[in-house]
């Protein structure tokens, strides 16, 4: 009988996970629900986001303060990359087969991957934790690294952030619009290709900030994107696409069947997760929050 | 009619460009030059170039020069086989040396056996690569196996104060095999242990902490792991975080080579000082003045100053290859392949035979526990001990 | 008409002229780019004839793969069961997978085939008893050539090695394969998918059970790439768990996609055209992905019909002109 300490540092670690997942994924379902695309190469803008912070980093050097200056930059960045990407090509796409827009951001990705290998080189980057969150504590029992908890902290701090502006903001209010129907809101006299163009960055704003965030946890090395871009798509399935809280039940779900699923599946928990996908899409197509879909 | 127009379009991307000069002996090797593999991978092929250059500039071998083909494997069995199979048909190499992961190794033995071509295996460990069922007469390792590197783990962990062991490995063939090896003779020598708890990651995992929470929590007194590469890098840093070090005293053992300078340079202050490792070379060695002589052209190859421990795994590889040529007289697969049984080679660590009854060398290891050394600007093992790994092979 | 069937003649002949003309290289590309032609052409029988998109195709190639694979190997029978068995398991899994896809549209299919085919691959990769698991199966055991290679070798011009016997035998079934699935695109059944890919919803209104319509499409799709896949297996000299991941569905919808999904030999051409071009970029730089993804990026802005489609268009141009002179 598993004890209630290591119950709960393994949900914890699960909702470590989740909220980095929540982070990437947010921008893909943002991306969904107003743009109607999948983007393939939000998994490369998360792995860029990671690459500039290990930059940034170099060039500030450590001490305090820097890494938190280093993470926003990259968010900064991507999300300006993101805008770039949006007016110069794939403005040029709305309206054409949604095969063509997602063969694009495919393609787009291989670009962008292959750019992040010609400047970083083919090794492992190691980022270090910010000082000011290096060290860990102790709560019922099991030691919580402070990183860890500032990520689960953060991931629902993102998701109300969210939730406001959709809900309580003029902007919001447009995008939600856009979401439901564009030409009309074409018509009363919104500016929609800025109101994309924004969409999309501050998708890839949230891509970017999570590779950023992650990478004192993990490695930054080629092939992060393919790894992550299909576990975003596994969230957003099991919440519903174009859900924001959705996404966020979808990502804690996520979170917690690869934590116990060691347990009860020792060895088999990446099977666990697409079933659990493969279950969702027969039951409840439209996910455990979504509508559905036209 | 358009399709016939677009055939001969793409034939024509077919045509082949220069022709390939037959005088050079070529060596092909696939290796692992991206991803964290290849924190490894890509200073075993810059050994192996190095004694490449070396041989050449003294003439080459029976007045040949040697041409190394090194590419990307990517770690991956599959990509491995492609990329050897492409080596052999489009670049007719004469000979393989390479593959890195346990994966990569018997599959490309394969291949090997039915090219008809020499593949001598410097890093692949699992015991499977040169077992009775799948040895052929063309496949050579000069690695440690997984049997040598268990074993030679268990007499270190059998002199500690502990009897509840855990080990976290990659559930592939090399953490099944060394694992098993581990246990089966920790056992056997000291049999008051008790294997508390096993997790298995897949090989390449980026999030160990599920892992090592379930670990932890069958609160074990010491821990053996085979995680390696830059993947001991992540690992490492997770278990830090989560107090896992602390926790059995620094009593953790981390075969895969955990403790070579590229590990504890790449992780700086992030690596967990404290911790038992091994490494195939290490640069402050310098026990012989063969490996003093060694150690400082590598160091100038390279231009680093504390030098890659894993070149000398490309390197050894390839020397003895060409004395087996030598030997031989001829690059003939048959002719070389008989050459190396029982072949004795000078090697910066000394020397190693390839046995006749399993083609297998034997490559002991630097085991040593980790300390902070006011010498360098990161941890290094002291002190270090060379295993000689004889009594260990069957 | 006639013309195309010639045509068909003349690439069959070509085909298995290479071992004699090509280096055992050649061979080697040939004989890849005929099993991929297959594999993105069963996969046209869903995007281009049907409309449906699907993410993991390449899990009926992994079937197929394993299938044969294990019944040769590790059972010890012969290829023509083998082989076949490939198809049927590909199917099996194409019906069971295609009743509950088949019953969702666009996005949310396209989701569905690949978390299909994401547990292929985890069951693959993760069954090390039966798949091998992470380090696949090296060694799968070629058809059993040996009164071929018998009378081969008494008679000069006919000695080929084992590798090149496969290569005919590869070159024949493919070819076979693509006649009959040619034949089934062009009856009245391959009519009515094309019907239901214009327009669904009126199909439904004329009477027309789409949803049968799509599960066959599906099973017919999947049973041709277990097939490839089969093939694919021996060819490759070892079946590895990643043969049904999903980048694996990416390279072949590419393929469908590059060569032009609206025409019967779009998938093959793109097949050709895109090992060939990896081939050769490949020796000049590591950086493949990039110059595939500009290509993509080239031919969505510039030729959204793929290869066959922009042919087309321009030898349309062409021949009317010539037609006018």
Same mark, same amino acid.
């Given at each position: 009988m598993p004890d209630a300490s290591f119950v709960f540092a393994q949900s914890l670690s699960g909702l470590t996970a989740a909220m980095f997942l929540f982070l990437i994924a947010s921008g893909l379902s943002l991306i969904f629900g107003v743009l109607r695309v999948l983007n393939f190469a939000h998994g490369t803008f998360y792995m860029l986001g990671a690459y500039l912070a290990y930059q940034f980093m170099l060039w500030l050097g450590p001490g305090p303060g820097l890494f938190w200056i280093a993470a926003l930059g990259a968010a900064l960045g991507i999300a300006l990359l993101g805008g770039v990407v949006e007016r110069v090509l794939f403005r040029h796409l709305y309206g054409k087969e949604e095969l063509y827009q997602l063969l694009f951001t495919y393609a787009l990705g291989l670009i962008l991957s292959d750019a992040a290998k010609i400047v970083w080189g083919t090794q492992q980057k190691s980022v270090s934790r910010p000082p000011e969150l290096a060290g860990s504590f102790m709560l019922f029992g099991t030691t919580i690294p402070q990183y860890n908890l500032f990520i689960i902290v953060l991931g629902p701090s993102i998701a109300l952030a969210f939730w406001f502006v959709l809900q309580r903001t003029r902007a919001g209010r447009f995008v939600r619009a856009a979401a439901l129907d564009r030409e009309t809101l074409g018509a009363l006299g919104v500016n929609v290709s800025a109101l994309y163009m924004g969409v999309f960055m501050l998708a890839s704003f949230l891509g970017g900030l999570g590779g950023a965030l992650i990478s004192p946890m993990r490695a930054t090395t080629p092939g992060m994107d393919t790894e992550v871009i299909v576990e975003a798509f596994v969230v957003v399935v099991i919440g519903g696409l174009g859900s924001l809280w959705g996404t966020f039940l979808g990502a804690v779900v996520y979170g917690q069947v690869l934590s116990f699923g060691i347990l009860f599946f020792p060895r088999f928990s990446i099977f666990a997760v697409f079933a659990l996908m493969a279950a969702v899409l027969i039951i409840r197509p439209w996910g455990l929050l979504g509508r559905p879909l036209r | 009619m358009l399709h016939v127009l677009t055939l001969l379009l793409a034939a024509l991307l077919a045509f082949p460009l220069a022709a390939e000069a037959q005088k050079p002996i070529k060596v092909g090797m696939p290796m692992p030059l991206s991803g964290p593999p290849a924190l490894f991978g890509d200073p075993a092929s810059k050994g192996a170039q190095m004694f490449v250059d070396e041989i050449n500039a003294k003439g080459g071998v029976l007045g040949r020069k040697i041409e190394l083909l090194v590419r990307d494997s990517k770690a991956d069995a599959n990509e491995a086989v492609r990329v050897a199979r492409e080596l052999i048909l489009k670049e007719n190499v004469d000979f393989l040396v390479g593959t890195l992961t346990s994966a990569e190794g018997p599959a490309v033995s394969v291949v090997a056996k039915e090219n008809k071509n020499v593949f001598i295996a410097p890093i692949p460990k699992t015991d499977?690569?040169?077992a009775a069922d799948k040895l052929h007469p063309y496949v050579f390792r000069v690695a440690a196996t997984t049997t040598m590197e268990g074993r030679s783990a268990a007499e270190i962990v059998a002199k500690w104060p502990v009897t509840k062991i855990a080990t976290v490995s990659f559930d592939y063939a090399y953490g099944q095999d060394v694992t098993k090896a581990f246990i089966e003779h920790l056992k056997k020598i000291?049999?008051?242990? #008790?294997?508390v708890d096993q997790q298995w990651p897949k090989l390449g995992e980026q999030d160990y902490n599920p892992f090592i929470n379930a670990q932890m929590a069958k609160k074990p007194e010491a821990i053996f792991s085979s995680i390696w590469g830059g993947f001991f890098v992540t690992y490492s840093k997770q278990a830090k975080a989560l107090g896992v070090f602390d926790a059995i005293k620094y009593n953790f053992i981390g075969v895969? #080579?955990?403790?070579t300078p590229e590990t504890t340079k790449s992780m700086g202050a992030d690596y967990p000082v404290g911790i038992w490792g091994n490494s195939y070379d290490a640069f402050y060695w310098g026990e012989t003045a063969a490996h003093r002589d060694y150690t400082a052209r590598l160091s100038k190859y390279l231009k680093d100053e504390y030098p890659s421990s894993w070149a000398v795994q490309g390197y050894i590889g390839m020397q003895f290859l060409a004395e087996a040529i030598k030997k031989a007289g001829s690059t003939d697969s048959d002719k070389v392949a008989k050459a190396l049984l029982g072949l004795t080679v000078e090697t910066p660590v000394g020397p190693l035979t390839i046995r006749e009854k399993d083609h297998q060398a034997n490559r002991g290891q630097l085991y040593g526990k980790t300390v902070k050394d006011p010498k360098y600007p990161f941890a290094i093992m002291k002190p270090v001990t060379y295993v000689d790994p004889s009594r260990f092979m069957d | 008409m006639k013309l195309r069937g010639l045509a068909g003649i003349a690439v069959f002949v070509a085909a298995l002229l290479v071992p004699a003309f090509g280096s055992r290289f050649y061979t080697f590309l040939a004989n890849d780019v005929i099993i991929w032609a297959l594999f993105a052409t069963s996969l046209n029988v869903l995007v281009g004839y049907t409309g449906l998109v699907s993410f993991g195709h390449a899990a009926y190639f992994g079937v197929g793969a394993y299938v044969t694979g294990i019944l040769m190997k590790? /059972?010890? /029978?012969p290829f023509f069961l083998a082989w076949p068995a490939a198809g049927v398991f590909g199917a099996a899994c194409a019906l069971v997978f295609g009743f509950f896809c088949v019953r969702l549209t666009r996005i949310y299919f396209a989701m569905l085939t690949l978390a299909f085919a994401q547990i292929v691959w985890a069951i693959c990769f993760k069954w090390n008893e039966l798949t091998g698991g992470e380090q696949g199966m090296p060694e799968i055991p070629y058809p059993d050539f040996g009164w071929l290679e018998r009378v081969g070798a008494s008679v000069p011009l006919l000695s080929w090695r084992t590798a090149e016997y496969f290569y005919f035998l590869t070159v024949v079934l493919v070819a076979a394969s693509l006649w009959a699935l040619h034949r089934v695109v062009h009856s009245p059944f391959g009519r009515m998918l094309t019907t239901i890919r214009e327009n669904a919803e009126r199909a439904e209104f004329i009477g027309v059970n789409v949803r049968r319509y799509e599960l066959a499409a599906f099973v017919l799709a999947g049973a041709f790439a277990g097939l490839a896949g089969g093939l694919f297996g021996i060819f490759n000299r070892g079946v590895f768990p990643d043969f049904a991941y999903w980048t694996k569905s990416s390279e072949v919808l590419i393929m469908t996609l590059l060569g032009g999904m *609206?025409?019967?030999?779009g998938p093959s051409i793109g097949a050709l055209v895109l090992i060939l071009l990896n081939q050769q970029i490949v020796s000049y730089t590591q950086y493949w992905p990039l110059v595939l993804g500009t290509v993509l990026v080239v031919l969505l802005f510039g030729?959204? *019909?793929g290869i066959a489609g922009a042919v087309g268009a321009l030898s349309g141009r062409l021949f009317r002109r010539v037609r006018r002179a």
């Open positions: - | 499977q690569l040169t000291k049999p008051s242990v #008790e294997i895969g #080579e955990a403790a | 590790k /059972l010890a /029978l *609206g025409t019967f030999l030729f959204p *019909g």
